[in-house]
C-alpha cells in the first residue's frame, strides 16, 4: 500500500505511473511517432504490468497529460482530456496519447541495464523497479497521495532552479542550505499564483513539511467609469467553477450572503489564450479591499501543505531539499557509469 500511494524518491513514479510510461516506451510512443489510442495503452498496461481496473490506469494517464496538474506533463495528449474547471476526460477510446519529451528523458539508458528489472505479476516479463530519470521529476511536477496513516504532498519546482541546484551541489558538495534556497527561492506551480511569505518554504526545505499561503493573481482594468478585477492565476488545485466548492460558486455564495457587497458581476471569459475570471465592482467601490474580501472569503487565497514524504532506501521517509537532491544525485551516480561503459 506504501509503495502504491507514495513516489519513488528517485524517479519521482508511483508504480502505476512507471507502468503506463514503460508500455509507452514498448509501444514506441516517442514525440515523433503518431499517437495512439488510449485504450490502446491501457489495455497493455492491465494485460502485461497493473492487473487492477482500467479506470485507476486512465485516470492516472489522464493527470499525466494535464498541463495545469503537472509543471511538466509526461504524456501528450490529442482529444478531450479534462479542463482546470474539473469537466471529465472522455473515454479513452477517443482519446489518444504518446509520450513527451520529458517522458523520453526519463527513459534514456533503459537499454542499457542501467536499472534492475523484477518480473510482472505473472512473471511473463520484466519491468523496471525504477526508471533511469534524467530528468529530475519528483522535484519537479512534485506528487501527492495518501497511505495508511501517512499522506505526501510535494510541490511542482522549476526546472532550471532545480538544475542549477544540482550543480551547485556538484561543484561543491560542502554548499550551505542558504546558498541553495537561493537557488530553489520556492515552488512553481503550472497554474500560477502567488506565494504570500517565505517562512512557509523555508521550514518546508529543512525540514520536509510546512504551510505555505498562495494567493491568486490579479489586475486592476477600467470598464466605462466602473473598474473590473481581471484574475489571471489561481492557487494550484483549486477549480473556477467546477461545483459548490468552485472560485465562481463560493462568489456567488458570499454575494448573497452580504459578506462582500462591492461586486456587481462576475464573468469567466477564460479561452485557449490563458484564464481570465473578471469581477465587475459597483460604481466607487475600491478594487483593493474587494480583492482583499475575496482572498478571505473565496479559494482564491489557499494554505498549500507540503509534506516530502517519498520511498527512500525502500522506506517512506520525509526528506528536505537538500536530501531530496542527494537522492536524485546518487541515483544518477548509479545509472551514469553503466551507461558509459556500455
Do not use: W
Amino acid at each position: 500500500i506504501v509503495q502504491r500511494a507514495l513516489p519513488d524518491v528517485r524517479d519521482g513514479l508511483k508504480p502505476v505511473h512507471r507502468r503506463i510510461l514503460y508500455a509507452m516506451h514498448e509501444l514506441g510512443l516517442s514525440p515523433n511517432r503518431p499517437y495512439k489510442k488510449s485504450a490502446t495503452v491501457v489495455g497493455d498496461v492491465l494485460g502485461k504490468y497493473h492487473p487492477h481496473g482500467d479506470s485507476a490506469v486512465y485516470d492516472s494517464l489522464t493527470r499525466m497529460v494535464q498541463d495545469f496538474s503537472l509543471r511538466y506533463p509526461l504524456v501528450d495528449g490529442q482529444g478531450n482530456f479534462g479542463s482546470i474547471d474539473a469537466d471529465p476526460p472522455a473515454a479513452m477510446r477517443y482519446t489518444e496519447a504518446r509520450m513527451t519529451g520529458v517522458a523520453v528523458e526519463m527513459m534514456a539508458d533503459l537499454d542499457k541495464e542501467t536499472v534492475d528489472l523484477e518480473p510482472n505479476y505473472d512473471e511473463t516479463r520484466t519491468q523496471p523497479t525504477v526508471l533511469p530519470s534524467r530528468f529530475p521529476n519528483l522535484l519537479c511536477n512534485g506528487s501527492d497521495g495518501i497511505a495508511v496513516g501517512m499522506a505526501t504532498s510535494m510541490p511542482p519546482h522549476n526546472l532550471r532552479e532545480i538544475c542549477s541546484a544540482l550543480h551547485a551541489i556538484l561543484d561543491d558538495p560542502e554548499v550551505p542550505i542558504s546558498r541553495l534556497l537561493e537557488l530553489v527561492p520556492g515552488p512553481d506551480f503550472p497554474t500560477g499564483g502567488i506565494i504570500m511569505g517565505r517562512q512557509g518554504i523555508l521550514k518546508a526545505y529543512t525540514t520536509g513539511r510546512g504551510l505555505i499561503r498562495v494567493r491568486a493573481k490579479y489586475h486592476v482594468e477600467e470598464k466605462g467609469q466602473k473598474e473590473i478585477l481581471v484574475f489571471t492565476e489561481i492557487p494550484y488545485q483549486t477549480r473556477k467553477a467546477a461545483d459548490r466548492t468552485g472560485i465562481i460558486a463560493k462568489m456567488v455564495d458570499v454575494v448573497k450572503d452580504g459578506r462582500i457587497t462591492g461586486i456587481y458581476n462576475v464573468e469567466d471569459q477564460s479561452s485557449k489564450d490563458g484564464m481570465r475570471l473578471v469581477v465587475e465592482l459597483k460604481k466607487g467601490e475600491d478594487p483593493t479591499v474587494v480583492a482583499n474580501q475575496l482572498f478571505k472569503y473565496t479559494p482564491l487565497q489557499t494554505t498549500y501543505s507540503i509534506i516530502n514524504l517519498s520511498i527512500h532506501e525502500r522506506q517512506p521517509r520525509t526528506l528536505g531539499l537538500r536530501a531530496l537532491l542527494d537522492a536524485y544525485l546518487a541515483h544518477r551516480r548509479d545509472v551514469i557509469p553503466v551507461s558509459y561503459t556500455h
